[in-house]
C-alpha cells in the first residue's frame, strides 16, 4: 500500500483550517491586524508548495522556510486555545515581517524559474553494485571527518572556549549522502519496494552513537531524513508499512537521543576526551528509561533557557520551533537601537576562509545579535534561534533586511538549481542536497545561508569529484556522475 504524494498540494483543505484558524484566534481575542498577516502568511506558504510541487527543490525549501516560521506555530497555538500574539513583545512587527519575507521567498522562486538555469550539474547513471560503492565510500569518508570533528572541534560554554582544529565539521553532510545511496541502490534492486538492508541499518546505528558522543541531535536526525526523502522522491510517495517504521524512529529520536544529549549538555561532558565521553554516553543510557530522568532534563532545559535570556517563550515544546517568537526578540528592540550594519555581516563572512588564513570571532551572528539587543544575560550558545528575517533586518533595518533576503534567496535558490536540477523525483543529488541544506535554510541567519552554500557546498562538492574518479578507477569505467539523466537510476 503506497501512500500518494501529490504534485501538487490541494488548497482546500488548507484554506479551510487556515480560515478556522483565523477565527478561533478572533474568537481568543487576537488582533485583526495580526490575524489577517497571519492569515495570508499561511495561504502564502501553500502557493510558495504549489508553484512547482512536491517534487521541486525550491519549492521544497520554500515551504520549510514557512513550516518553521507560521504554519506550525499558527495551528499549534491554535490547538492549545492560545492568542498567536500572547507574550509578543512586537507582533505587528514580527508578522509584517514574516509576511513580506513570503513575498521576496515567491519573488525569489520565480525569479530562478525564469532566467532558464540549465539541467543541474550533477546527474548520473549508476547500477546498484557503483551505488553501493559510492555509500560506503561517502559514509565512511563522512564519518572519519564526524568523529575528528567531535575530538577536534572548538567547545564553547559560557565565556569559555576550547579551541581546536576545526574544518572536519564541513564533511560531515558525506555521512548523509553514504546513507542516501544505499537507500537508493536497495529501492532499485527491489523496484521500490524494499529501503532498509543490514548495510543502511547499520550506518543509522554508527549515526546515532557519533549524535550522543558529539551532543548534537540533529545528525542523526538528518540522516533519518536522508532515508526518508529517499522513499518519498524514488516512489513518489511513501509506502504504508514505512509509517510504522518512521514513527518508531521519531520516538526513539523524541525519547531517547534528545533526552541524553540534554542530559549531557554540560561543561563536563563537552570538556571531555572522547574516551571519557563514550564512557558517560553509556552510563547515562540506562536512565533514560526512568521517566524521572525526562522530568529532569525538561526542568534542566526550560532553567537554563530562563537563566540566559530576559525573555523565553512560555510554552517550550510549541515556541523552541517557534520562529515567530525568537524572532521578536530582535524586532522588539530595532526602533530604540540602531541597525548593526556591515561590520557583522563582514565579521562573519571570515567564516567562509580557513582557520589559519583570517582571525574568526567566536562567537556567532546570532549571538553577536543577542548580546547587542540585550536579550542574552550570559552565555555563549544555546537559544534562541534567530533566522533569516531577524539576522537581516538587525544589520541593515526593514527596508534593508527585506532586499538583502530576497538576494540570499536568489543566489540560494540559483546554485542549488544550477547544481542539482529543481526535480527531486529519483534524482539521488537533489535528495542530498534538500537533506543536507534543510536545517541550516530553516535557522540559520542571512550570512550563515551564504556561508553554508558556499563554503560546505563547495567543499562537499572536491570531495564528491575525488570519490567519482576513486570508483571509476576501481571500475575501470570511464563513467562522469555530471552526465546522464539521473532518471535510469
Known amino acids: 500500500m503506497l501512500i500518494r504524494i501529490g504534485q501538487y498540494l490541494p488548497l482546500s483543505p488548507f484554506i479551510i483550517c487556515s480560515c478556522l484558524a483565523s477565527v478561533v484566534q478572533l474568537v481568543l481575542g487576537a488582533d485583526l491586524t495580526i490575524v489577517i498577516m497571519a492569515f495570508f502568511s499561511l495561504i502564502l506558504s501553500v502557493l510558495i508548495l504549489n508553484y512547482r510541487g512536491f517534487y521541486n527543490i525550491l519549492s521544497m ?216 565521553k563514550v564512557m558517560m554516553v553509556f552510563e547515562v543510557l540506562p536512565k533514560l528509561f526512568d521517566p524521572s530522568t525526562h522530568i ?6 526550560v532553567t537554563i533557557a530562563n537563566s540566559l535570556f530576559n525573555y523565553f517563550p512560555n510554552d517550550i515544546l510549541v515556541d523552541r520551533i517557534e520562529m515567530i517568537q525568537d524572532m521578536d526578540l530582535i524586532l522588539s528592540r530595532i526602533d530604540t537601537e540602531p541597525e548593526m550594519g556591515f561590520p557583522l555581516l563582514a565579521e562573519n563572512l571570515k567564516k567562509l576562509l580557513p582557520s589559519f588564513l583570517v582571525e574568526k570571532n567566536d562567537f556567532s551572528e546570532v549571538d553577536l545579535i543577542s548580546f547587542y539587543y540585550a536579550t542574552r544575560l550570559n552565555g555563549s550558545a544555546g537559544f534562541p534561534t534567530i533566522g533569516v528575517f531577524a539576522t537581516n533586518t538587525a544589520m541593515f533595518g526593514y527596508v534593508g533586511g527585506t ?57 562537499l562538492a572536491v570531495v564528491i569529484f575525488m570519490v567519482n574518479y576513486f570508483v571509476d578507477f576501481l571500475f575501470n569505467k570511464n563513467l562522469n556522475p555530471c552526465s546522464g539523466s539521473h532518471n535510469n537510476a
Request: hydrophobic letters at 50%.
Open 61 to 276: 525549501f520554500g515551504f520549510v522556510l514557512c513550516l518553521k516560521y507560521t504554519v506550525i506555530p499558527v495551528f499549534f497555538k491554535t490547538l492549545l486555545l492560545e492568542r498567536i500574539d500572547e507574550g509578543l513583545w512586537a507582533p505587528f512587527e514580527s508578522f509584517a515581517m514574516i509576511l513580506f519575507g513570503y513575498i521576496t521567498l515567491y519573488l525569489s522562486i520565480y525569479l530562478v524559474d525564469i532566467i532558464g538555469v540549465k539541467e543541474g550539474y550533477y546527474q548520473y547513471t549508476l547500477n546498484t553494485k557503483k551505488l553501493r560503492m559510492y555509500g560506503w565510500t561517502f559514509f565512511i569518508i563522512g564519518y572519519v571527518c564526524s568523529i575528528l570533528h567531535v575530538i577536534n572541534k572548538p567547545e564553547m560554554y559560557g565565556y569559555t572556549v576550547e579551541r581546536g582544529f576545526g574544518g572536519f565539521g564541513l564533511f560531515i553532510g558525506l555521512n548523509y549522502l553514504g546513507i542516501i545511496f544505499y537507500t537508493f541502490s536497495y529501492l532499485i534492486e527491489s523496484n521500490g519496494k524494499r529501503a532498509f538492508g543490514y548495510v543502511n541499518i547499520i550506518m543509522l546505528i554508527l549515526m546515532f552513537f557519533e549524535a550522543m558522543v558529539g551532543n548534537t541531535k540533529a545528525h542523526f536526525g538528518t540522516g533519518l531524513l536522508g532515508v526518508v526523502f529517499s522513499i518519498i522522491y524514488y516512489n513518489k510517495g511513501f509506502p504504508f508499512k514505512y509509517v510504522l517504521i518512521g514513527t518508531l524512529g521519531s520516538l526513539l529520536f523524541v525519547f531517547i537521543l534528545t533526552p541524553a544529549i540534554h542530559y549531557l549538555r554540560n561543561p563536563i561532558f563537552k570538556t571531555a576526551k572522547i574516551d571519557d
Open 296 to 301: 529532569e532534563v525538561t526542568d534542566e532545559v
Open 403 to 459: 532586499f538583502f533576503t530576497f538576494i540570499i534567496f536568489a543566489v540560494y535558490f540559483f546554485i542549488l538549481r544550477l547544481l542539482v536540477n529543481a526535480d527531486l523525483y529519483k534524482n539521488l543529488w537533489g535528495v542530498f542536497f534538500m537533506t543536507e541544506l534543510w536545517l541550516p535554510f530553516s535557522e540559520r541567519g542571512g550570512e550563515a545561508l551564504l556561508v553554508s552554500i558556499f563554503r560546505e557546498t563547495f567543499a
